[in-house]
Structures are given as C-alpha cells and as structure tokens.
C-alpha cells in the first residue's frame, strides 16, 4: 500500500502561482513513477496533467499545462511536487496526484494504482 497526502491547493488569481506537493508513505516511494490529474466540476473526464518517472529524469505534460506546469519529485522526502504557473480560470479543478510501477500508459488514469484524496485549486478571473 502506498498512501498520498496532496496539500497546496487554494484560491489563486488569473496570472498566478501555485506548488501542490504530494507526500507519500508505506511502501518504497522510489518504486512508483507518479502522476497528476485534475477534475473539472461537472462530471468531467479525469483529464492527464503530468508524470514524473522514479528516477525523476523524465517528465511528460499534458498538452493544455505543458510550458506552465512543472512536476518533480524529491525521494529523500517521498514528495512529489506541482509547480502551477501562469494559471487560467480553465485550471480550476481538483487535482490528484497518483503511483503507479513501470512507464507505459502514464497519461491514462486506469493504470495508476494509489491515489490521494484531492486537492482544489480555484483560479478566478
């Protein structure tokens, strides 16, 4: 079992910035490349933000975050960390950060094991 705890979420202006960090613990944190997803309200799909692999050496995007968002993780803490920039009314949502082993379907949701119980983040305009 692998448990994940999101902090860092809030209310935040069009234009700013935000670091949701994710902290992990149970298993080796190491083992588990990590991903972050959002929910829109309304029922929406969960929709692929980022994925970090174990090492931290290769990151992925998803296409509307990708040159505004930045994911990295610290193993010697078992965090992983969201940096928000440059945020959009279009970003609000909960946002999970989740683990999963091996590097294949990193954008699909279905594969990630262990999830974290969310955080909001509210961009206004």
């Known amino acids: 079992q692998v448990q994940l705890v999101e902090s860092g979420g809030g209310l935040v202006q069009a234009g700013g910035s935000l670091r949701l960090s994710c902290a992990a613990s149970g298993r080796t944190f190491s083992n588990y490349a990590m991903g972050w997803f959002r929910q829109a309200p309304g029922g929406k799909e969960r929709e692929f933000v980022a994925?970090?692999?174990?090492?931290?050496?290769?990151?992925y995007y998803g296409g509307s975050v990708r040159g505004r968002f930045t994911t990295s993780r610290d193993n010697d803490k078992n965090t992983v960390y969201l940096q928000m920039n440059s945020l959009k009314p279009e970003d609000t949502a909960v946002y999970y950060c989740?683990?999963?082993?091996?590097?294949?379907?990193?954008?699909?949701?279905?594969?990630?094991?262990?999830w974290g119980q969310g955080t909001q983040v509210t961009v206004s305009s």
């Open positions: 994925h970090i692999s174990w090492s931290g050496d290769i990151t």
């Open positions: 989740a683990a999963k082993r091996g590097s294949t379907w990193w954008h699909d949701y279905r594969f990630y094991e262990y």
